[in-house]
């Protein structure tokens, strides 16, 4: 831990709480229907769309339609990215002359990236056309984006509105949070990727001759247009196979600190638009501490973890270049242009946002920096989380915490004058359940089935490490991996499709429920006995439930995970 590595972390943080009034506030703007900047450029296209797809802006849904219109979109989605790659080899924008993928893994890719997972059991600059990545998956990257937006907005409606049977329009809040935001934001960041050097064409792979001697083929394409929407939609899924530890996506230190900021900048000023559209901006900034203190503990753990040498290495001859680095800490699996704190606060970004992409290996971190990253997709992935998934997924531990408030004082609980009931509880706890089945559901189906075991390249604790971690990325559409565990099987492939599935839907549904309840609610003035949700006691609470709720579902299969293999490594034995 240098104080190098702590002005990059704070410099980090500075810039990532200056957007959140900024960014958030024009959110506000935009799901309100208030002008903005963008409205004479982007307006007549919106209006153009909306008469395109029939579509009456004005009109309304229920929370039950609401949810009909975002499965049909999303199944939509998913059917033409399946066919975009099925058939990559038939359409033109090849010039790597990429065959159609299998079944298993065309199903992988679609419902991975139509979930904003970007799982990928495949390597992008090998097995997809550039059609795929531009037609198929970067258009998914903003559409999946705009979906996890669309329904927090949603919800929010149904905090604020009274006596509403209606919680807005699906499609009109798909085609605001894309034109309004995603798609400014990402040519902005576009440009600011190739100024830095990241390819951006649609020419043949390069061969060129190494300083040794040898030809080598260099894959370029659309790379900085799909590399913006992954990191502001918390996509992450990279065009080349090792994501943004490759040179050609992540060239610079700069690009490195803004691709880092991108990745939490929107889920982080979503809770100013909370605020601002709940009437109270307290609410917003509440949340936001929430997440900034879980986050922050995260990272000093994740970066005092990887800071440390390892003890396995250190009876061993090793040469002096090699005793520098480990005396530095673990430097395995981390690029030496980025060191260990910017891996560091990357890899504690990517979890708790819900993001994936990664610039170094999480498979190389220590047994205890893989462990805080595990946790932070095992709580949900609430820690900012992905855009609306995090504030969403948030909002269910607040449910959670006002009612068991409510409970402790003997009173209805009540938020943001709405009265929580047994309906919104049961509804919350759903949400709640997805994760731990995911995890240890369909793990422990991996573990005791040939197939799926056979994924796990090591033996002991490290090994169920892969798992935990693969089916926790999966549920909680992260779509990062320790790089060990063998993704690109038939079983694992479908598995892993599957659960990418469960972890989305069946967590959005219950929460469009939740909203189509409250918003039929009248509001209920505050009285004494009402609990103020904006406090320090407040905070404290939505803290201690989310980690209560992780800590007793996950603990124990951890402790045969990751903690025994950090007791093993402190005490010589490695396996």
Same mark, same amino acid.
């Given at each position: 831990m240098t104080i190098q590595g702590l002005g990059q972390l704070a410099l980090f943080l500075a810039l990532l709480v200056a957007a959140v009034p900024v960014l958030g506030g024009y959110m506000a703007r935009v799901f309100t229907g208030e002008p903005v900047l963008l409205q004479p450029v982007v307006g007549p296209l919106e209006r153009g769309i909306y008469r395109l797809a029939g579509i009456n802006p004005g009109r309304e849904q229920n929370w039950s339609a609401y949810a009909t219109s975002l499965l049909a979109f999303n199944l939509l989605g998913a059917l033409l990215l399946y066919g975009e790659v099925r058939l990559q080899g038939l359409l033109p924008f090849n010039p790597g002359g990429a065959s159609g993928v299998s079944p298993a893994l065309a199903f992988n890719i679609a419902a991975?990236?139509?979930?904003?997972?970007?799982?990928?059991?495949?390597?992008?600059?090998?097995?997809?056309?550039?059609?795929?990545?531009?037609?198929? &998956?970067?258009?998914?990257?903003?559409?999946?984006?705009?979906?996890?937006?669309?329904?927090?907005?949603?919800?929010?409606?149904?905090?604020?509105?009274?006596?509403?049977?209606?919680?807005?329009?699906?499609?009109?809040?798909?085609?605001?949070?894309?034109?309004?935001?995603?798609?400014?934001?990402?040519?902005?960041?576009?440009?600011?990727?190739?100024?830095?050097?990241?390819?951006?064409?649609? &020419?043949?792979?390069?061969?060129?001759?190494?300083?040794?001697?040898?030809?080598?083929?260099?894959?370029?394409?659309?790379?900085?247009?799909?590399?913006?929407?992954?990191?502001?939609?918390?996509?992450?899924?990279?065009?080349?196979?090792?994501?943004?530890?490759?040179?050609?996506?992540?060239?610079?230190?700069?690009?490195?600190?803004?691709?880092?900021?991108?990745?939490?900048?929107?889920?982080?000023?979503?809770?100013?638009?909370?605020?601002?559209?709940?009437?109270?901006? $307290?609410?917003?900034?509440?949340?936001?501490?929430?997440?900034?203190?879980?986050?922050?503990?995260?990272?000093?753990?994740?970066?005092?973890?990887?800071?440390?040498?390892?003890?396995?290495?250190?009876?061993?001859?090793?040469?002096?270049?090699?005793?520098?680095?480990?005396?530095?800490?673990?430097?395995?699996?981390?690029? &030496? $242009?980025?060191?260990?704190?910017?891996?560091?606060?990357?890899?504690?970004?990517?979890?708790?946002?819900?993001?994936?992409?990664?610039?170094a290996m999480h498979d190389s971190f220590t047994p205890l920096g893989g462990l805080v990253l595990m946790i932070n997709m095992k709580l949900g992935e609430v820690i900012f989380g992905g855009v609306g998934a995090g504030l969403y997924g948030m909002l269910v531990f607040v449910i959670i915490t006002v009612f068991i408030a409510g409970l402790m004082v003997g009173r209805t609980p009540e938020y943001l004058g709405k009265k929580i009931e047994s309906r919104e509880i049961k509804l919350a706890v759903l949400a709640l359940l997805v994760v731990p089945v995911g995890v240890l559901g369909f793990g422990a189906l991996s573990l005791v089935i040939p197939a799926g075991a056979a994924a796990i390249s090591q033996p002991g604790p490290h090994g169920l490490s892969q798992l935990l971690y693969a089916y926790a990325s999966a549920v909680g559409n992260n779509g990062s991996a320790f790089a060990g565990f063998g993704a690109d099987s038939t079983y694992q492939e479908t598995m892993i499709g599957v659960v990418v599935l469960l972890g989305r839907y069946l967590t959005m549904i219950p929460l469009l429920a939740i909203a189509g309840s409250l918003a039929a609610k009248k509001l209920v003035p505050p009285s004494a006995g009402t609990l103020p949700t904006h406090g320090p006691l407040f905070i404290s609470l939505v803290m201690g439930v989310i980690l209560i709720v992780g800590g007793l579902t996950f603990f124990p299969a951890l402790a045969l995970g990751p903690v025994v293999e950090h007791l093993a490594m402190i005490h010589g034995n490695s396996f």
């Open positions: 991975s990236f139509v979930t904003n997972t970007n799982w990928q059991a495949y390597s992008g600059e090998q097995a997809l056309s550039l059609l795929s990545q531009m037609l198929g &998956v970067t258009v998914q990257n903003f559409l999946s984006a705009a979906t996890g937006i669309a329904l927090l907005m949603a919800l929010i409606r149904g905090l604020t509105r009274r006596c509403s049977k209606t919680i807005g329009n699906f499609y009109v809040d798909v085609v605001r949070g894309t034109l309004y935001l995603l798609l400014p934001l990402s040519v902005v960041m576009a440009l600011f990727l190739v100024w830095q050097g990241v390819p951006q064409t649609l &020419v043949s792979p390069a061969t060129v001759t190494t300083l040794e001697g040898p030809t080598q083929i260099l894959p370029e394409g659309p790379v900085a247009s799909q590399l913006a929407i992954k990191q502001l939609g918390s996509n992450g899924g990279g065009f080349y196979n090792a994501n943004s530890a490759h040179p050609f996506e992540n060239p610079t230190p700069l690009a490195n600190l803004i691709q880092t900021w991108a990745i939490l900048a929107i889920a982080a000023a979503l809770t100013f638009t909370f605020g601002r559209m709940v009437g109270d901006q $307290r609410q917003g900034w509440a949340l936001f501490t929430v997440m900034a203190v879980l986050f922050s503990l995260g990272l000093a753990a994740t970066w005092w973890c990887e800071s440390q040498p390892n003890p396995l290495l250190a009876g061993l001859n090793l040469d002096q270049h090699a005793s520098s680095l480990q005396a530095g800490g673990n430097m395995e699996g981390k690029e &030496v $242009r980025f060191g260990i704190a910017a891996s560091a606060l990357w890899a504690t970004a990517t979890t708790a946002a819900s993001n994936g992409s990664v610039n």
